[in-house]
């Protein structure tokens, strides 16, 4: 429903709690990732890592889940294209997200 | 005269692309703002063509720059020639404005030493936001934790805008040094806004911005919106240092640089609601 009810507007969302705040949903596809680093290294909210053996690393979202603003800069610059932010972040309460369709690359018309 | 002796009419045969394959019409001896007579010719009067678009083309240069374009925080450290700079602020120069009001003034910054005193100030401003209101940077249950919530809760209602929690956890990560407010870019250009301006000055700020980076993206440059850059208005000194003065406040700043890497695939994006008025009917595409 793209209004908000009134109880919505009156409920702030608490800025620690991962149930009210859903922020990241970035993929990795671990086939194609080389753990070249690039996306951590421009992640701008800094919730991207690297993992696992030398000469094997793969990225991955830190446990941590507050920040990634689906910005896809993760995406930009990811020359074997494996990661992307594969939806928008949204909140409970005031802050919901309304209006919104499904994430698309640009289209055309 | 013939046609080809003019040197100033461009060739007989530009109509296909007119978007920016057209020449810029006037040479150096043609009087500013005319045209060159066989350009009008062409394309104005009441015979002029229209550009028939088909369906499902490809994006043009212009749809490439913006959908290309993201905001950039990682910057080479070689400075951006001067020049360059002056050619994207010519272009926010012919941005539209409310009432042709033309709203800003432009400070560029491209000491590395006085970007690093620009950032330290900004840096104190956000910790001290962040101790006093971010309680997820505090112990659940802790006292600390409960006396900023109620604080936080109060203010995030007076100023829902400024207190979103994208926002807030970017403040909390510049206090903790995970994060950066100028992204130590080598060039950094403040839009200073008139506060007399017509109507809603921050818009025409907002698109003079857009001009900007649009051209920067165009020439290669990476360039980022830097709205802490709005904690300088609090410092006497940095507004001195600056020349921010009434009825002049900083209302923007966009960091420019290239970029590191090469960040150019184009990615998903939300879809927003469209309401569809034809026809008599109202129909919502996304």
């Known amino acids: 429903m793209a209004v908000l009810s009134r109880a919505e507007r009156r409920h702030f969302p608490d800025w620690d709690d991962p149930t009210q705040c859903l922020f990241h949903r970035v993929a990795v596809d671990e086939a194609l990732c080389d753990g070249c680093k690039l996306c951590v290294v421009v992640c701008p909210a800094n919730v991207l890592e690297l993992y696992g053996e030398k000469g094997e690393r793969k990225a991955r979202v830190k446990e941590s889940f507050r920040g990634c603003a689906s910005c896809n800069n993760c995406r930009a610059i990811c020359e074997s294209g494996a990661i992307a932010a594969t939806r928008a972040y949204d909140f409970v309460g005031y802050y919901r997200q309304l209006g919104r369709g499904e994430f698309s690359m640009p289209r055309k018309f | ?286």
């Not at chain 2, 033309?102 to 030493?113: C, N, T, Y």
């Open chain 2, 1 to 286: 005269m013939g046609a080809t002796a003019d040197p100033h009419r461009p060739p007989a045969v530009l109509v296909e692309s007119p978007m920016f394959e057209r020449p810029m019409s006037h040479g150096s001896d043609t009087p500013a703002g005319v045209e060159a007579p066989g350009q009008i010719e062409k394309k104005a009067g009441r015979g002029a063509k229209i550009a028939r678009v088909p369906e499902g083309a490809d994006w043009n240069a212009v749809e490439e720059v913006m959908l290309r374009r993201r905001s950039i925080r990682q910057y080479k450290r070689e400075q951006v020639p001067a020049h360059l700079i002056r050619r994207m602020l010519e272009v926010g120069r012919y941005a539209p404005s409310q009432g042709n009001c033309q709203p800003w003034k432009f400070v560029v910054v491209r000491d590395a030493d006085m970007i690093q005193g620009m950032e330290d100030f900004c840096v104190e401003s956000c910790t001290k936001l962040s101790r006093g209101l971010d309680y997820a940077s505090y112990r659940r249950g802790s006292v600390k934790h409960l006396v900023t919530r109620a604080k936080a809760k109060l203010f995030n209602r007076l100023s829902p805008n400024m207190l979103h929690p994208v926002p807030v956890a970017a403040i909390t990560a510049i206090a903790q040094g995970r994060f950066a407010v100028f992204h130590r870019a080598p060039t950094v250009i403040l839009l200073l806004m008139d506060t007399r301006g017509i109507g809603t000055p921050e818009i025409d700020i907002g698109i003079c911005g857009t001009n900007i980076v649009l051209a920067a993206q165009s020439l290669g440059l990476g360039t980022c919106w830097i709205g802490f850059s709005k904690f300088l208005n609090k410092s006497r000194e940095w507004c001195a240092r600056l020349g921010v003065e009434k009825p002049y406040e900083i209302s923007e700043a966009i960091t420019v640089g290239y970029p590191v890497g090469d960040p150019q695939n184009l990615i998903a994006r939300d879809t927003h609601e469209i309401a569809w008025f034809e026809g008599g009917k109202r129909e919502i595409f996304y």
